[in-house]
């Protein structure tokens, strides 16, 4: 007979937009009632922060998968529970960037993701350490990160006052100095953003690291180089078509470890988007192959 296996669904109730915040339960439960070799288990969260503690205890009971139903910010709550278990990482992406589950091709369908958690395929991949946190996804300085926590203090949500917060504040975004030192070099830098990725995009396709591959115990170091409005607006496509290479404001290195270190004081930075306050120096480093995430298998017919 086949053995059980346990998941957990972690949902984040305020993730994305608003519209079919009850349909994904309904969905789960029409997915896996009938499935007899899996029991399952669905909790909301209430609080941020809250679906690390449901992952850090579901991994400690060794259940199965536990599987973040949300966006990049719920993945990276859930995975960093999971660094270094037994337990695997699920995605059903329900976030509005969604960038980690589009790195690795899990279709933003929920049926389809179902189907991925179901036949798909156990990988075991890469992590990224900023200071005590994790990424899975990306995590850096600049003017995204600065963006994100302007975001966050005044309690926004959506692409579109992001984009109306962004123009605004390309204006006023004073440029910070930073010296990198990786692979045995040191450079200083005036960026408009600097980005360590393990996985190639932001979120919306927006790739910022065509290179990054989340398995190969390398970390991509890119680094944008301040431009005009204009200039932002007429290279933008890139971003979005695969070719960041071919904007000359933008260079990236392949690294294992790089530290960070501003030219004043503390600041922001973001881990998969979400920002967090941190000292002058930032170390980080990757942890080849520390999680298992199921992924589409090749076989899989979605
Ligand atoms: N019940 C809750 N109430 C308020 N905030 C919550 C709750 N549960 C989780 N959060 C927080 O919600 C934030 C946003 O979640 P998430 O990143 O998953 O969604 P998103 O921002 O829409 O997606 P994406 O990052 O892909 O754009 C996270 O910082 C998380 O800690």
């Given at each position: 007979m086949m053995e059980k296996r346990t998941f957990l669904f972690i949902l984040n109730?305020?993730?994305?937009?608003?519209?079919n915040k009850k349909s994904i339960e309904q969905i789960i439960h029409k997915e896996f009632?009938?499935?007899?070799t899996i029991d399952y288990q669905i909790q909301y969260t209430q609080f941020p922060g809250h679906a690390r503690q449901l992952a850090r205890e579901a991994a400690a009971q060794n259940v199965s998968v536990v599987v973040a139903v949300g966006g990049d910010g719920t993945m990276n709550e859930v995975a960093s529970s999971l660094v270094g278990t037994g337990t695997v990482l699920g995605i059903i992406p329900r976030g509005s960037g969604n960038g980690y589950a589009r790195s690795l091709k899990i279709p933003l369908k929920a049926k389809q993701a179902i189907r991925v958690l179901q036949y798909g395929q156990v990988k075991q991949v890469d992590v990224g350490k900023i200071n005590e946190y994790y990424f899975f996804g990306v995590a850096g300085v600049g003017f995204d990160a600065y963006i994100g926590a302007q975001f966050q203090a005044f309690g926004l949500r959506g692409p579109l006052p992001y984009f109306y917060i962004g123009v605004r504040e390309y204006f006023r975004y004073s440029y910070e100095g930073f010296t990198l030192k990786f692979n045995g070099q040191s450079l200083h830098v005036n960026p408009l953003l600097i980005t360590v990725a393990n996985?190639?995009?932001?979120?919306?396709?927006?790739?910022?690291?065509?290179?990054?591959?989340?398995?190969?115990g390398i970390l991509e170091l890119c680094v944008l180089n301040p431009m005009s409005v204009f200039k932002a607006a007429m290279e933008l496509h890139h971003l979005f078509d695969g070719?960041?290479?071919?904007?000359?404001a933008y260079r990236h290195f392949s690294v294992k470890e790089v530290e960070i270190e501003r030219e004043y004081e503390k600041g922001v930075f973001h881990t998969d988007g979400e920002p967090r306050m941190g000292p002058r120096v930032l170390k980080i480093s990757v942890l080849p192959q520390k999680i298992k995430v199921l992924v589409p298998g090749e076989k899989l017919k979605l």
């Open positions: 109730p305020i993730s994305g937009l608003k519209k009632q009938a499935h007899s996985t190639p995009q932001y979120g919306m396709n927006a790739t910022i690291a065509p290179q990054a591959k989340v398995d190969d070719t960041i290479e071919k904007v000359k």
